[in-house]
């Protein structure tokens, strides 16, 4: 096998083609309505627990503090998103949607589900179950080891069964 088919099958390049390719694709899709796979992941945390810190926020999406206020800005401007005060916290920023998301939440249903059927394209219920469950299983154990207080340590404990 030539070095560049080993490497096309290596599980970091694996995984980071098919994110990216995931991402351009609906970002193709959701061009014509002007939106973002980035912005439709803040939208949709939004639609799960409406009126969210910009922290909170950043935490969910994994990006900064100040991503997430630009994408929040461009959100606001497009008249999807409105900011408010935290009442717990008067330096916080609280966001909540408007109801033009709430309205047009079939789009991001519909987007996804496409996104996902090409995506799984020939696989079956089990594969797509089973493939499912050992993703999941894996990003809890890159959870668990990104919460250790020293990962390489927790990493030499945990037994590798291959």
């Known amino acids: 096998m030539s070095d560049q088919k080993q490497q096309d099958l290596e599980p970091g390049f694996i995984f980071q083609r098919v994110a990216r390719q995931r991402l351009r694709l609906s970002d193709k899709r959701l061009a014509p309505h002007n939106l ?20 909170e926020l950043a935490e969910r999406l994994s990006i900064g503090t100040v991503a997430v206020s630009g994408m929040v800005d461009r959100l606001e ?25 709430r309205t047009n939440r079939e789009l991001l249903s519909e987007v996804a ?24 299983r894996m990003r809890r154990n890159l959870s668990e080891a990104l919460d250790a207080d020293d990962v390489s340590e927790w990493i030499n404990q945990q037994p590798i069964r291959r």
Do not use: C
């Open 36 to 55: 973002t796979s980035a912005q439709v992941f803040l939208l949709n945390w939004l639609l799960h627990k409406d009126g969210m810190t910009q922290k």
């Open 77 to 101: 401007a497009m008249g999807l998103v409105y900011r408010g005060e935290d009442p717990n916290d008067r330096r916080a920023k609280k966001v909540w949607l408007k109801d033009a998301v």
């Open 113 to 136: 589900k496409e996104i996902n059927d090409v995506s799984f394209k020939g696989m079956s219920a089990d594969e797509i179950k089973t493939l499912l469950g050992l993703m999941d």
